[in-house]
């Protein structure tokens, strides 16, 4: 083992974080810079199923929590491009696997947003499931991920909270306000489940990142965590998840679930969801309208650039 490698799982071994300066593994780098890019991509595509109800939302106070909301996730994508950079990845090409087809995002955003029920429910249960997953990376091993996750989730909270309480206040609506819920929760229920990637047993990926504390938990620990925080919070709400089989499990002290449609969750990742072709087609195209605003930044970066040159010229 070479002086470089030894630093490396010393600093893994000793629950310290990897930074830029520090060699890494090949797999480890290739690893990092994939997750760190499938969930910078989520946040940006994750912007368009809510987007979606900003013209629509129906009063000033929810236009402008959704628009915060939204932006909120633009900016999570950005600190997450910004964290690939350092592991020497550029951001116009994680854009182009993005928008080729490349590179994947969650699941969940292949998904309609049908009744503004769903901006409620994507709140509480999408950012929630976002918040279980996402939680522990605050301590992942590569520090400008774990640094990006601390402010992350804190906004994700927001989001969470937010959800919940349009929620609380459609239930307290109208009859037809609460079937609306209704009929959100069980769309959006099982795909929030599946946001926790493929069981343990076909998730071959999941020992080595646990090992380099790139994850610290596995799939189904989070799944497990995230329904048995979510039960409850239905009850409150007054919503039935729409699963026969959940119920509370005294001996393992978790609640027991039905089973996962796999092949659904397969099929989505595939790009068969419903909604995969709209999302990736709205991303190529704001890409493309873009690119004015890159050639003026780059021409403007260069004006500075020449401008400070030539101001150095004249102090020397
Ligand atoms: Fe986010
Ligand atoms: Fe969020």
Redesign the pocket.
């Known amino acids: 083992m070479s002086e470089l490698e030894r630093h490396f799982e010393a600093t893994i071994a000793a629950d310290h974080r990897i930074e830029p300066r520090d060699w890494v593994p090949e797999g480890y780098r290739k690893t990092m810079v994939r997750q760190i890019a499938q969930h910078a991509h989520?946040?940006i595509i994750?912007m368009q199923p809510e987007g979606n109800w900003i013209t629509r939302a129906p009063s000033l106070r929810r236009k402008a929590i959704l628009l915060a909301k939204v932006q909120?996730?633009a900016?999570?994508?950005l600190y997450l491009y910004s964290a690939a950079e350092t592991l020497g990845a550029d951001r116009g090409e994680l854009t182009e696997m993005l928008i080729s087809g490349r590179q994947k995002y969650s699941s969940i955003f292949n998904y309609p947003t049908l009744t503004f029920a769903d901006v409620g429910v994507i709140g509480w249960l999408v950012?929630g499931a976002?918040i279980c997953n996402q939680v522990p990376l605050c301590r992942s091993s590569y520090g400008p991920y774990a640094r990006a996750m601390i402010r992350?989730c804190k906004?994700?909270s927001f989001?969470q909270r937010q959800g919940y309480e349009l929620l609380l206040t459609l239930m307290r609506g109208t009859q037809a306000q609460r079937d609306m819920v209704q009929d959100a929760v069980n769309r959006w229920w099982w795909p929030s489940l599946m946001m926790f990637g493929p069981p343990d047993d076909a998730s071959p990926n999941t020992a080595q990142s646990m090992a380099w504390k790139i994850k610290r938990h596995t799939n189904d620990e989070l799944r497990q965590r995230f329904v048995d925080m979510s039960v409850p919070q239905a009850e409150k709400l007054g919503v039935t998840l729409p699963d026969p089989l959940l119920k509370w499990n005294a001996e393992r002290n978790h609640y027991d679930f039905g089973p996962i449609d796999w092949d659904e969750l397969k099929r989505v990742i595939s790009g068969d969801g419903p909604c995969n072709k709209e999302r990736i087609a709205n991303r190529r195209r704001a890409h493309e309208d873009g690119e004015w605003v890159r050639e003026a930044a780059l021409a403007h970066a260069a004006k500075r650039a020449d401008g400070n040159r030539a101001g150095k010229a004249t102090v020397a």
């Open positions: 989520s946040e994750g909120d996730e900016g999570h994508g950012d976002a992350i906004e994700e989001h």
